[in-house]
Every structure is written in structure tokens, then in C-alpha cells.
């Protein structure tokens, strides 16, 4: 049972203001790492040629329009708004995997050769440490807030955290072994874990 817990399906009873500006403030500090994380990774991506980088870079982006909706729904008080905003969410990891795939197989056809970034790798490691803290607060939060739309966040920076690892390994292979299609690889499996996430987000939109 991924992430859930009894409580995180609860309706909102006795909301503390406390724990609404904690998350508040967790989705601000996951907006600014990431807001920072896409420049950074989409121009190392466009100065190396790495599928891997671009979709990370990619990610990074969908994740802030996941905190954007995430921030919009907490601070609104009707319920209502968690099945718009999990459709949202939804919405745009389909996007992202569709995209990632499509530039991914292009760069496997065509043999292209990622050169490496080594500056790309070290914020790699950054995000993945920072990105599970960030998670953990999200899910302890949410669920004590009883807030499925926050607790499914915390999935989106939980899944943030492990494809900078697996982006991570695949650049890394790549720039120490000069095994060009370990990045490509690397980026396919932002693909699948786009599909999961985003029909895991447009089912609990449409429950």
C-alpha cells in the first residue's frame, strides 16, 4: 500500500492552521529547489545532448506545477478542489512520458553520444537527498492533515528523488564508462514512472 494511510482519506476535521502553513511552506521550498533545478538541469541537458538530463529537467517542471496546484488547493477550503487538482497532476506526467519517450527512442535510433556534466551529476545527488526530505514532510504532514491531494504529492517528490538517483547512474555510466545508451536508458525510466504516476493521479481525480 503506496504512501496511504487511513487518515490521509478522512475528510478535513479540526484543520490546524499550523499544519496547513507547514505544508504551505514545504510545496514554497519544493517551488524554489526546483524552480533553481530546472535551469540548471535543462541547460546541462542542452549542452551535452542528454535525454536523461532533459527529461529530469522536464520532471523538475512538472513537479512545480504540481506544488503550484498542491499550494492553490490547500489554500482553499472546500474539498471539492482535490479532484480537479489530482486530474491536473495526472494530466501532465502523461505528458512528460509521452515526451521523454519520444525524445528518448530519437536518441537511441540515432546513436547520438551525450557528452558528460559533471556539474549535472553533482545536483543530481542534491535533489535525491534533498527531494526525500522534502517528501517525508509532505506525507507526515498531509496525513495528519487528512489531505489526499498533499499526501499524493509527496509521491511526485518521493518519485522526484528516485529519478535523479536513476538519471544519476545513467550519466554516471555514461560519463565514466562512455556508455552513451545508459542515458537514453535512464530516460525511459522517467517514462514508465510518468505512466504510473499519471494514472495513479487520474484515477484518485476521477474516484
Known amino acids: 500500500m503506496a504512501w496511504y494511510s487511513v487518515r490521509a482519506r478522512l475528510p478535513f476535521i ?80 502523461i ?16 546513436k547520438a553520444h ?21 517528501a517525508w514532510g509532505k506525507l507526515d504532514t498531509g496525513c495528519q492533515l487528512g489531505n489526499l491531494v498533499l499526501t499524493a504529492e509527496a509521491r511526485v517528490t518521493f518519485i522526484d528523488a528516485a529519478l535523479a538517483g536513476a538519471v544519476l547512474v545513467g550519466v554516471g555510466l555514461n560519463a565514466q564508462f562512455g556508455w552513451w545508451w545508459a542515458d537514453p536508458l535512464a530516460g525511459l525510466v522517467i517514462v514508465y514512472y510518468g505512466l504510473r504516476e499519471g494514472r495513479f493521479a487520474l484515477k484518485h481525480g476521477y474516484a
Open 14 to 93: 479540526m484543520k490546524s492552521p499550523s499544519l496547513l502553513q507547514r505544508g504551505l511552506w514545504l510545496e514554497y521550498a519544493t517551488l524554489g529547489w526546483n524552480v533553481a533545478g530546472t535551469v540548471v538541469v535543462l541547460t546541462a541537458a542542452v549542452q551535452t545532448g542528454s535525454a536523461a538530463l532533459a527529461g529530469f529537467g522536464l520532471d523538475s517542471m512538472i513537479e512545480i506545477f504540481a506544488s503550484v496546484v498542491v499550494v492553490w488547493q490547500l489554500k482553499g477550503s472546500e474539498r471539492g478542489r482535490e479532484g480537479l487538482a489530482l486530474k491536473l497532476i495526472g494530466s501532465a506526467f
Open 95 to 110: 505528458a512528460l512520458a509521452v515526451y521523454v519517450f519520444v525524445q528518448s527512442l530519437w536518441t537511441l535510433l540515432a
Open 114 to 134: 551525450p557528452a558528460p556534466s559533471p556539474f549535472g551529476m553533482i545536483w543530481l545527488v542534491l535533489t535525491c537527498a534533498i527531494m526525500l526530505l522534502l
